[in-house]
């Protein structure tokens, strides 16, 4: 999914997605940045955006347009989500290579991040939440096929195996 | 519209995944995963004999659904260790805009470093549970 990032000239915001950025009640000139735009544009000329703001009127005639200089990188802002919590636990309840490779991955979000890449770092965590995905759905595969055998068993044999 | 359908998919998704959680801590405090059948084995102990960081975590999570904390600890410590760690970093990534004193806090105990010593940790528990 397509996140969004905004600054306000001295933070930058996010990753939003388009949903969250409604509530952020961003301006036509807040420079938004997301991974395939490659440089900040304000938010009114991504046409994906304009439906933020249809309720906000027009900038009134004869007025001239902020421009923001370029924004500097600000490190007192939350990093893109490292998804370090939901591999650790992966890696604690087993669903074991991905756990790990989800751990590596939130190590680079943290490293780039803290480095100033934060283009990079964005990249890292949607690795992240891939290698979150693998891992919770392989998990909650196996749970099923394990529970699927386990009734399958006991229908053969009028018990549940194991339980006494 | 797009907005309330929106809504309707979260709380629906979220009710269905809350159902599960509960049926599944439900099994799981009834049945002590060792003496029944029905849950999954790890695949890397079937497949090495091995221990990997995450066995005995099912019988660990029996053992504190039924408030037995010393026995989920000789089941599987990590678990028991990592359960208050993640609690508390999801409880930050909950904050909206978290201030320069949590995002330093956020740094110290979920940052780079922090990273390193968890699959330090991880890496070490999984070598001496296998030899000790």
Known sequence: MKKYFYTDGTGNFGPFTLEELRDENLARETPVWFHELGEWKSAGSIP???????????????STPVTPGVPKFDFNQKPPKSWLLESVLATVLCCLPFGIIGIVYASKVENRFFSGDLEGAVRASR?????TYVSFFTGLVAFVVSMGIAFAVMQSHGRFPGCY | MADSRAVIKKTLLGSIALLFLLLLAVLYKKYNPLESAFFPACPFRSLTGLLC???GSQRAIHHLLNFDIAGAFRENMLLVIAIPYLIAGWVIELIPRPGAVLLKWRKIFYGPRAIFFILFVIITYWILRNIL
């Open chain 1, 48 to 62: 994906e955006l304009t439906e933020l703001f249809k309720m906000t009127p027009p900038p009134p005639p004869g």
């Open chain 2, 53 to 55: 960081p995450g066995c």
């Open chain 1, 127 to 131: 690795n992240a939440e891939t290698w």
